[in-house]
């Protein structure tokens, strides 16, 4: 049990299995400049303008301000009489200038608060859309929650580094230009080199001290990952959970996940004390010695009293982004690694992709044809193999066969989840490799075995095959799955939420709700992927009377494990390794007396067997 749980914990050293897209900083900015570039907000370039001019200004004034308040003590120092209402005007002036120093800012990002929001709608829905574009075997082999996180941290990070880059790292090197020229001009050059020195110094051990801490913050985000990827992972599947008793065992794999990211968390936010006194002490160290200078200066009459004011003001001014600046270089290089991450996500290639010149599927009749399909799944060495066969529209065609024989494949390159190793797959004679996935896809209707519906309401689940159906069209699907009297029975009726998944639903419920979703779809061709095999028997008749409804007239492609419902099958594949070893109809099947007549008698005395009294 331990070893079970130390393999479910340690998170893999990419558990998303998605690259990033290198580059590094430059490229990030880059990208940002882009998505900012985009035609969807052009709309918000006025106000980045005004973004760009208010930074600025609120950069100057920081500078100007410290300069106008020293001027005003000497003012005061040097007043007599009524010289102090010039005095008083020259210290208004100068807190009226910190304070509109101070306010800019608030104003820029007030005006920007909607541009940044934008920006990151426009960056999550390409990505959102461009995850659900990729091909089903992504999603097969990546887990919902660790997905959801790179979108969602991808997006963060663009936030992040407009507002670090644009309003904090480049306001503060501008401010520490004009400051330098500043100091030097109105008191003394040394000044300037000192005021120099301190931050050149306070920079590097930053960069140095963060550069460690963004490789403990990327541990802490991968252990952060596993561990919200395994809560929504155990979360999802609570039913299963319950059923095999295992809530204690689960319990304890998310004590452990979070357990491991504690660790990494607590690591990560000890090295942030380590950055802040290192900072504390170089800012205090150059304080002092620019304040020494000042008052050397002050002593010999150098410099007036005022003017150590606003020496110290000016140097206080330049230290508060400073003092921000470990955080502010950590989240740039986090988020350059999120968007990395989120651009890395977006440089997947599906694996199915529309040929470039593919056409509509238009007004399908339903013939279906596999011309020596072969095709195997990833790490499995048998998929299936030679298949060829053929089902004129309107016709039925049933594939049974024990498990992993290869039947659901089938299903799925018919769908072009996959695409053929070999051989052809056709619908009315056209390549499905020749037409769009959408109109492929459009024409055939899908009823699996366990139907996973959305957490919504009746309605709003049977209507997602058409969303624009009316209530009589909707009433008329229901009807033909049997499920009409169900819905009105119910005291919500139509508006009756499913739950997670559907769970508030039986399983003959689900099944009928996903046959009247197919119903109203009003597909050519019909396939159902085992879609009585999990019910009782009683609610198999009544789900199967649903099928029989749905499937008239139209072509039908089912797999079955309950050789019972495909007896009235034009035609029975019977498959084993991946290879049609017969075909026929029921009849001719148990009169071979081969594989298929031995399963009908093998489920035959199961079904005696389950029958009998006592």
């Not at 200038?97 to 920007?112: C, E, M």
């Not at 934008?118 to 659900?132: C, E, I, K, M, T």
């Not at 990952?225 to 959970?241: K, P, S, W």
Request: overall charge neutral.
């Amino acid at each position: 049990m331990g070893g079970m749980t130390a393999m479910h914990a340690a998170p893999a050293e990419n558990p998303d299995r998605i690259e990033s897209a290198d580059g590094g900083l430059w490229a990030s900015i880059s990208r940002i400049l882009k998505l900012l570039a985009r035609p969807e907000l052009a709309k918000w370039r006025p106000v980045m303008a005004v973004a760009v001019l208010l930074t600025l200004g609120a950069a100057l004034l920081e500078v100007v301000s410290p300069l106008v308040m020293g001027h005003a003590i000497n003012q005061v120092a040097a007043t007599t009489g009524g010289g102090f209402a010039v005095a008083a005007l020259w210290l208004t002036y100068g807190l009226a200038l910190r304070f509109a120093a101070g306010a800019l800012p608030q104003l820029r990002d007030w005006l920007f608060a909607p541009v940044s929001q934008d920006a990151q709608r426009v960056a999550s829905v390409d990505a959102f859309g461009h995850a659900l574009g990729l091909s089903l075997n992504f999603h097969q082999t990546r887990r919902t929650g660790a997905l959801n996180r790179i979108i969602e941290r991808g997006a963060g990070a663009i936030d992040y580094l407009i507002r670090f880059l644009a309003f904090n790292i480049g306001p503060t090197l501008v401010r520490l230009v004009l400051a330098s020229i500043a100091l030097g001009l109105a008191y003394d050059y040394r000044l300037s080199l000192i005021a120099i020195a301190t931050i050149a110094v306070y920079v590097v051990c930053t960069v140095i001290i963060t550069e460690w801490r963004v490789r403990q913050r990327r541990r802490m985000n991968e252990a952060d990952t596993h561990f919200r990827g395994t809560a929504v992972d155990i979360l999802t599947n609570a039913e299963t959970v319950k059923a095999f008793a295992a809530e204690t065992r689960e319990t304890a794999r998310f004590d452990t996940a979070m357990s491991q990211y504690n660790v990494h968390y607590v690591d990560t936010m000890r090295s942030m004390y380590i950055l802040n006194g290192v900072q504390a002490l170089v800012m205090n160290v150059g304080l002092l010695a620019v304040m020494a200078l000042s008052a050397w200066n002050f002593l010999e009459g150098r410099m007036q009293i005022g003017d150590l004011t606003g020496v110290m003001l000016m140097m206080l001014s330049l230290y508060a982004p400073l003092n921000i600046l470990g955080m502010v270089w950590r989240e740039i290089k986090q988020g350059t690694v999120d968007l990395e991450k989120l651009h890395g996500l977006i440089a997947m290639v599906p694996e199915v992709q529309d040929a470039p010149d593919a056409r509509e599927l238009a007004r399908p009749e339903g013939r279906v044809t596999f011309d020596d399909v072969a095709f195997s799944h990833e790490g499995r060495a048998v998929g299936v193999q030679n298949i060829s066969f053929e089902v004129p529209a309107g016709r039925k065609i049933a594939f049974v066969g024990t498990s992993g024989a290869g039947k659901s494949t089938l299903l799925k390159l018919l769908f072009r989840f996959y695409d053929t190793g070999a051989g052809r797959v056709l619908i009315d004679g056209q390549d499905v490799r020749t037409v769009t996935q959408a109109s492929l896809r459009a024409s055939l209707g899908l009823v699996p075995q366990d139907v996973v519906l959305f957490n919504d309401t009746i309605r709003a689940n049977i209507a997602y095959a058409r969303p624009g159906a009316s209530d009589d069209e909707l009433r008329d699907a229901a009807r033909r799955a049997q499920l009409l009297t169900f819905i009105e029975s119910l005291p919500d009726g139509w508006n009756t939420r499913v739950g997670e998944r559907g769970l508030k639903l039986s399983g003959g419920e689900k099944q009928r709700v996903g046959i009247a979703r197919v119903v109203l779809a009003d597909p050519a061709i019909l396939v159902l992927d085992e879609a009585t095999s999990a019910l009782d028997s009683a609610t198999e008749a009544a789900v199967q009377e649903a099928l029989n409804e749905a499937s008239a007239g139209r072509t039908t492609l089912m797999v079955a494990h309950r050789l019972s419902t495909v007896i009235a099958a034009d035609e029975i594949l019977v498959l084993e390794a991946g290879r049609i070893i017969e075909r026929g109809n029921h009849a001719a099947l148990l009169a071979k007396a081969g594989k298929y007549a031995d399963m009908w008698q093998r489920q035959a005395r199961s079904t005696e067997a389950a029958l009998a009294p006592g």
